[in-house]
């Protein structure tokens, strides 16, 4: 399949669109290849809940203190967020596709690493290879999706799809720990990561096209290096303070140093020739608010995952397995939501399904302030959590489609490693932010009920902004894409 690499129509010049079309028709091919791309997408989100529910089980096995277990899920956050902007450039200039298939493969050899780890040292290794092949996965095959699908109704379906499986990977990894762990033990939950990734790798080689830009420009390793240590440091401390608060002194010293990093990368983009991120994309509204939409949708609602997870089994005293019942609940509706939000958007656009599907969660999400020791806070909590992923999922496509639309093909690295930045970043800094409060008080119901108290407020408030920046873009640059971005 041939990829047009010429520049997308930017949105000032982009003729209005007509009536909105139907469901688009994807060819036997496409219909692979955007299965094979959402399937890689599937298991790396899978990654980030699977092990939780083992870890007891886990640090017992390999000999793992407590404090040490942190390292199970911080070995993992620490590449795959650090290096996403890294490699999605890369991937830009030298080969998506072919960064793809070497991230495919390392994840691959990784989990298998970790499923036979004889000690710590091999398994917190297994895990390290794990995210630094999922940040070579995540933007090169997103970008792979955004040029192999035209803007327009194809991109919507593909993204709806890839959207959808990016919820319900995450949530699937709760219910499928606990039932892994409890039948064949902990390390089946890294056997299945690499079952995953051996059905995926086989078929990617011969269905998926390469792309790159057309300019052969040098790699900003000045502005490669800032980046990237600057999320490794900022990813270490937020982890880090997960656990321990943030009071110690290398979640100090992590924040500080991530914070000079990121303000001298953004000093060495505003000088560099081939810059790695291109701060005038940054200033385009529909980038800065739409992933701040992004942030703040994937950080509140994991919060909300968390600390329903906590409250279910601590204050209701439900097990492991009725605990993944209620979230199994939330990612059949995360399945329904991703079906037709595609169509919502070609209604009001993707600008106004964000505001509005913020809106959603953030009020559902203080619908959970009702929760209380009784057995029925169990269909609550299942009820408002479930509808809320619905939102959730709505803002997921519609902030991916807003960031991207419109942006020529030879920079969707870019755009992509910023939307999937945003998406890792977010997954990884709302627990640490919020979470914590829930986990260092006597009262647990009490720390739940503020957590969700601060999550539901932050979300409306992002609504509010998102929603009044969008349309202040549409006014500067009319009509981005038609229907489906307006």
């Avoid at 999922?134 to 955004?146: E, H, K, N, R, Y």
């Avoid at 656009?349 to 302030?369: E, F, H, K, N, Y």
Wanted: charged share 10%; net charge neutral; hydrophobic share 50%.
């Amino acid at each position: 399949m041939a990829i047009d690499t010429t520049p997308s129509p930017s949105p000032s010049t982009t003729p209005p669109a007509g009536p909105a079309p139907g469901r688009p028709r994807l060819s036997a091919r496409d219909r692979l290849v955007l299965f094979v791309l959402c399937a890689a997408q599937f298991m790396v989100a899978l990654d980030f809940s699977v092990l939780n529910v083992a870890l007891p089980v886990l640090g017992t096995d390999l000999g793992m203190s407590p404090s040490a277990l942190q390292w199970a899920v911080t070995a993992f956050a620490l590449p795959s967020g650090g290096f996403l902007l890294l490699f999605g450039r890369i991937g830009d200039l030298y080969g998506r596709r072919k960064l793809f298939l070497t991230g495919l493969a390392l994840f691959a050899a990784a989990s298998v690493l970790a499923t036979v780890a004889w000690d710590p040292a091999s398994f917190l290794a297994g895990r390290a290879l794990q995210g630094l092949g999922a940040a070579m996965i995540v933007p090169t095959g997103m970008s792979l999706l955004t040029t192999t699908f035209a803007e327009g109704p194809a991109r919507d379906r593909a993204l709806g799809i890839s959207g959808t499986l990016l919820s319900l990977g995450f949530t699937i990894g709760m219910v499928a720990g606990g039932v892994l762990t409890d039948l064949l033990g902990w390390r089946s939950t890294m056997g299945l990561l690499a079952l995953c990734a051996v059905v995926v790798l086989p078929l990617a080689p011969a269905l998926l096209p390469e792309s790159r830009t057309p300019e052969r420009t040098r790699l900003d390793v000045p502005g490669a290096v800032t980046v990237t240590g600057g999320l490794l440091a900022l990813i270490y401390a937020l982890t880090t303070a997960a656990e321990h608060g943030f009071g110690g002194a290398d979640v100090l010293v992590s924040l500080a140093a991530g914070l000079v990093l990121l303000t001298a990368f953004v000093v060495v983009e505003s000088r560099a020739d081939a810059p790695l991120v291109s701060l005038p994309m940054l200033r385009r509204r529909t980038v800065a608010w739409g992933n701040l939409g992004g942030l703040v949708t994937f950080s509140m609602m994991s919060t909300v995952v968390f600390v329903l997870t906590l409250y279910l089994q601590e204050v209701l005293r439900l097990s492991a397995f009725e605990t993944g019942l209620v979230f199994g609940v939330q990612g059949v509706l995360s399945v329904v939501a991703g079906s037709y939000s595609p169509k919502v958007i070609a209604r009001l656009g993707a600008r106004r399904t964000l505001a509005v599907s913020l809106a959603g969660q953030g009020v559902l999400t203080g619908a959970l302030l009702g929760l209380g020791d009784g057995g029925w806070s169990v269909w609550l909590a299942t009820a408002a959590v479930s509808l809320a992923s619905m939102c959730h999922l709505g803002a997921i496509i519609s902030y991916g489609l807003t960031v991207t639309s419109g942006v020529p093909d030879r920079e969707q690295g870019l755009a992509t490693g910023l939307v999937t930045s945003t998406q890792q970043v977010g997954i990884t800094v709302g627990i640490p932010l919020l979470g914590v409060l829930a986990t260092t008080t006597d009262d647990l119901l009490a720390g739940v009920r503020t957590v969700i108290a601060l999550d539901a407020g932050i979300v409306l408030v992002a609504a509010v902004l998102t929603g009044l920046g969008l349309r202040t873009a549409a006014r500067r640059t009319g009509p981005a894409g038609g229907s489906t971005v307006e």
